[in-house]
């Protein structure tokens, strides 16, 4: 099936710094959601995004919905140990949502 | 509130062995149900999805089947398993087209 290309692959950073992460399509959707996934568990849905253009932020994430409906970035700042993981994002076009190939973030001590 | 549970957690099924995995939602009706595949490092495959009792879109043909005999349970099955079958299974759910999906927290396929 279909997924979104998600760049970059795996990031390494120190805590404390910005990190920054986006995803792109061939085809256009009516919703983009980044996810959240710890090892052994389930994604959880970290921001939600429904327009085209539209901005959204929870806490240090930052998310942009592409105004061509065919991307999306996010943004972490300031990272911290916790925010250790595997970020997806997500695009919806009616029922089925369609998943990039991830992006694992390592925090270096 | 709305929960979603998902079992076993891990599961060890030799080669040519049935299957019978279960996902139930609470608190919520007429949800669209939904199975994923992780293989291990890689992202998510949608295997089967179903807006309604007895009503199952499959994604990808293969080995394996779902029903959907409740209003709030979702069953991924196989009748003879394959070590390509191994993985981590995830069963979500949503209301309506414009949210997001909630998952369930996996089941840890392993074929041998």
């Known amino acids: 099936g279909q997924q979104l290309n998600q760049s970059p692959q795996s990031m390494f950073i120190q805590e404390g710094e910005d990190v920054s992460m986006n995803c792109t399509s061939s085809?256009?959707?009516?919703?983009w959601l980044w996810y959240k996934q710890d090892p052994g568990e389930g994604p959880v849905l970290l921001i939600a995004l429904y327009k085209a253009g539209e901005l959204t932020s929870n806490g240090r994430l930052t998310a942009q919905f592409g105004i061509t409906r065919k991307d999306s970035f996010l943004n972490i700042s300031a990272s911290i140990p916790s925010d250790v993981g595997i970020y997806f994002c997500?695009?919806?076009?009616?029922?089925?949502?369609?998943f990039g190939t991830g992006t694992r973030l390592t925090i270096i001590p | 509130s709305q929960t979603i549970h998902q079992w076993p957690a891990t599961l060890v099924q030799p080669v040519g062995s049935p299957l019978s995995l279960e996902c139930t939602v609470e608190g919520t009706s007429n949800p669209n149900l939904y199975w994923y595949r992780q293989a291990a490092g890689r992202g998510l495959q949608l295997l089967f999805y179903s807006v309604g009792i007895g009503q199952i879109s499959s994604e990808v043909p293969q080995n394996l089947s779902a029903s959907r005999p409740q209003d709030r349970q979702f069953i991924l099955s196989s009748k003879k398993l394959l070590l390509s079958d191994s993985g981590f299974y995830l069963c979500?759910?949503?209301?309506?087209?414009?949210?997001?999906?909630?998952f369930g927290s996996g089941t840890r396929l392993t074929v041998v």
């Open positions: 979500a759910w949503s209301i309506g087209l414009q949210y997001g999906y909630t």
């Open positions: 085809s256009i959707f009516n919703t």
């Open positions: 997500a695009g919806r076009r009616n029922e089925k949502l369609t």
